[in-house]
């Protein structure tokens, strides 16, 4: 099994930052996409930001030009560093990876998810 842990939320104000962090560990040959994604109290889940093998990165337009999604694939760790927070951002935030296993099966897999709150 490839588990997900993911660290950083809390409690910030409006305009303030967080980074998230997410390590993944395990049977691991290679991870492909590593994608956040978020959850609102009454909404879907959302996909937040996406970065591939390459660095290339996506993002939902709400968070485009404040957040950004990087990896350290030696750590086999995605963060997402997030400013100028707005109330809407807040949500419980997941991990999610996909790639290949040492005994090379595919597998995709999701964080227990960290909760982000902005408020005054």
């Known amino acids: 099994q490839v588990h997900l842990v993911e660290n950083g939320g809390g409690l910030v104000r409006p305009g303030g930052s967080l980074r998230l962090s997410c390590a993944a560990s395990g049977p691991i040959f290679r991870i492909n996409a590593m994608v956040w994604h978020r959850q609102a109290p009454g909404n879907r889940r959302e996909e937040v930001a996406l970065?591939?093998?390459?660095?290339?990165?996506t993002y939902d337009d709400s968070v485009k030009g404040r957040f950004t999604i990087f990896r350290d694939n030696a750590k086999n760790t995605v963060y997402l560093q997030m400013n100028d927070l707005r109330p809407d951002d807040t949500a419980v935030y997941y991990c999610?990876?996909?790639?290949?296993?040492?005994?090379?099966?595919?597998?995709?897999?999701w964080g227990r998810g960290t909760q982000v709150t902005v408020s005054s």
């Open positions: 970065i591939g093998t390459g660095g290339t990165t």
């Open positions: 999610n990876a996909h790639g290949l296993r040492s005994d090379g099966e595919i597998f995709e897999s």
